[in-house]
């Protein structure tokens, strides 16, 4: 993970209200007090319309709001841009959209009383009323520098035979957690993930930056398959792997470094075999880093005896552009692309984060092939804590667990696309407009889904049509909206 600087806490505050009422008898006259009585809240009356709209607009005035106003799909002409939805044109299936639960978010989340993380996982992982519906979750394969501090699951120095691998540091809070979101959707995607290889198998013996002694690499590939194993015998199905995390930073903590030649080699001889070998049916993707070095992932695909094994590529956006991802599927369309990581980070602007990420993220890698899009790190506490000595000092969780519970921009970012946008819908063509950015896509129940932000300064008023018939729509400057129809 890198770390910057430049990103803003927005909180949603939830509160509840009571009202009293009150009668007392007077002393002399027996009378009851006369009181005003309250005014009952007027009920809203949905109107009727075609097409579902939730708001979050840049000044949080309006934060992931089903919005009351009438969209009918009508003949009418108008002379606003038209942004033509067609699900004739295909493109790549959908697998979820989500973060990644490190292990201090689990901690985290696993610290509240029973009521309110029951509350807050139904929000989070459910798609009724309000909840948001996270359909993808990234794990760490051991600690990330999210976690209070370094370990592996075998820190035994030597133990080729992987004698002492156990997942009981993740008993505590990780497993548990994750078992709780499963019993909400046991069909979530799992993709898992090492910050660093155990440090003694290491060329620096320590589990910040270096590399994965060559001597190792075959116990290293047992490493992942006892991982999965045991994962599998609490009832976790690992969907996917990465090899490493951002194998060409090892600036953190931890970290390792893992160039494209050695990723190859060790997928084509170790860990793809090992996986056959144990009947194993966990996706490889390689590279799991920034957009900037596409050609890490062309060189692995080129070596045909390494691209067997490998499902797909993996991409951060820290560094270069997002069509680099649609670069790489023109080149290898038969392999799967994947975004698992962007942060956003306390002190910068909530109007900002939720532009770029969303015409980045949302939009941007999905239009460009990717089956997925995780923002980094679910939850932080309000000082950006637990992290490793070296780690991230400012990664911005989409919750804030503190006294309270409070919300940040990703957890919009995300929500605008995950409640609605489930797993099994597919990309179909829309149309970019003036400044208006768009993404579509088609569930399999036959929902048409539409992300359009306006990226311009302006208010833009634009219309939607969809089978020779239209609506008129309005979004303000840097708002984002879902549109939801049959």
């Known amino acids: 993970m890198k770390k910057y600087s430049r990103y803003l806490l927005g909180i949603l505050a939830v509160g509840l209200a009571a009202t009293q009422y009150s009668c007392s008898k007077s002393s002399t006259g027996g009378n009851d007090t006369p009181t005003t009585p309250t005014k009952p809240v007027e009920p809203v009356t949905p109107v009727t319309t075609d097409v579902n709209m939730w708001l979050t607009t840049a000044d949080q005035t309006v934060l992931f709001k089903q919005q009351n106003i009438s969209l009918v799909f009508n003949t009418n002409t108008s002379t606003n841009p038209t942004i033509n939805v067609d699900d004739t044109k295909v493109y790549q299936p959908i697998d979820g959209f989500g973060f990644a639960l490190t292990g201090g978010s689990a901690s985290l989340i696993n610290s509240l009383s029973e009521a309110n993380k029951t509350a807050l996982l139904n929000e989070l992982f459910k798609t009724d009323g309000t909840n948001i519906g996270i359909s993808y ?175 797909g590529a993996a991409f951060h956006l820290y560094g270069g552009f997002i069509n680099a991802l649609g670069t790489v599927h023109d080149q290898y369309p038969a392999k799967n692309i994947y975004f698992t990581e962007q942060a956003t980070f306390a002190g910068g602007n909530f109007g900002a984060d939720l532009a770029y990420h969303v015409s980045n993220l949302i939009i941007g890698a999905t239009r460009n092939w990717s089956r997925n899009v995780i923002e980094w790190n679910l939850a932080s506490d309000p000082n950006q804590n637990p992290h490793t000595v070296g780690g991230c000092t400012s990664c911005l969780g989409a919750i804030t667990v503190g006294t309270s519970v409070s919300r940040n921009v990703s957890y919009y970012i995300i929500a605008h696309a995950s409640k609605f946008v489930r797993p099994g819908a597919v990309r179909i063509a829309s149309d970019l407009i003036s400044n208006v950015l768009t993404v579509a896509f088609k569930n399999t129940d036959g929902t048409k889904v539409l992300v359009a932000l306006n990226a311009g300064t302006v208010d833009q008023s634009f219309n939607i049509r969809y089978n020779s018939k239209m609506i008129n729509t309005s979004l303000k400057a840097g708002a984002v909206a879902t549109y939801i129809w049959q």
């Not at 051991?142 to 540091?169: E, H, M, Q, R, W």
């Not at 930073?249 to 060790?266: C, H, I, R, T, W």
């Open 137 to 311: 979750l990234r794990i760490t394969l051991g600690a990330s520098d999210l976690s209070a501090a370094p370990f592996s699951y075998d820190d035994v120095s030597g133990d080729i035979a992987l004698t002492n691998f156990s997942l009981d540091k993740e008993k505590v809070d990780l497993l548990p957690i994750l078992k709780r979101i499963l019993a909400i959707n046991p069909d979530i995607k799992i993709l898992s993930c090492p910050w660093s290889a155990p440090a003694w198998m290491k060329d620096n013996n320590s589990f910040y930056g270096g590399s994965l002694k060559s001597e190792y690499f075959d116990t290293y590939a047992k490493y992942f398959v006892k991982y999965i194993q045991a994962m599998k015998a609490e009832g976790i199905t690992i969907d996917a792997i990465t090899p490493q995390n951002e194998p060409l930073n090892a600036y953190n903590n931890p970290s390792m470094l893992m160039v494209s030649a050695d990723e190859g080699k060790f997928v084509k001889n170790n860990l793809g075999p090992a996986f056959k070998a144990a009947g194993i049916a966990t996706k490889i993707i390689v590279y799991d880093h920034n957009a900037d070095h596409p050609e890490y992932a062309t060189d692995i695909f080129a070596d045909k005896a390494a691209a067997d094994f490998v499902d």
